[in-house]
């Protein structure tokens, strides 16, 4: 380990400080680009989500899904990406509340 006694055990606690996604609403859901960028950081650690982007030998892990926020967030849904870890780990202190996800739209 090379962090300082200085450092946050963890970058991912800058995410107590990010007053705008307290109690935010989040659904499971699996990335998808969009037509301004084709990826997504997670809001604490900035884990990569893409579904475009591959994994290499020694590069850093992408995720397919994540949590992120849903159609009532202030900036619409898919705007904020949450990873498993952070979010078992800040749920509580962020009181981020799970919404299920809706199911799949039967085909006609
Ligand atoms: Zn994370």
């Known amino acids: 380990m090379t962090s300082t ?3 946050p055990d963890w970058p991912a606690e800058q995410l107590l400080e990010k007053g705008y996604l307290v109690g935010v609403r989040f659904q499971w859901k699996r990335h998808t680009s969009c037509e301004i960028w084709d990826h997504d950081h997670c809001e604490g650690c900035l884990t990569t989500f893409s579904e475009h982007f ?3 030998p020694g590069s850093d892990p992408i995720l397919r899904e994540g949590f992120t926020t849903c159609s009532d967030y202030v900036h619409g849904s898919d705007y904020a990406w949450v990873c498993p870890d952070c979010w078992e780990t800040f749920k509580d202190a962020m009181k981020w509340v799970l919404v299920p996800t809706e199911p799949a739209a039967a085909p006609a």
């Open 54 to 56: 591959e994994e290499g």
């Open 5 to 7: 006694p200085t450092e």
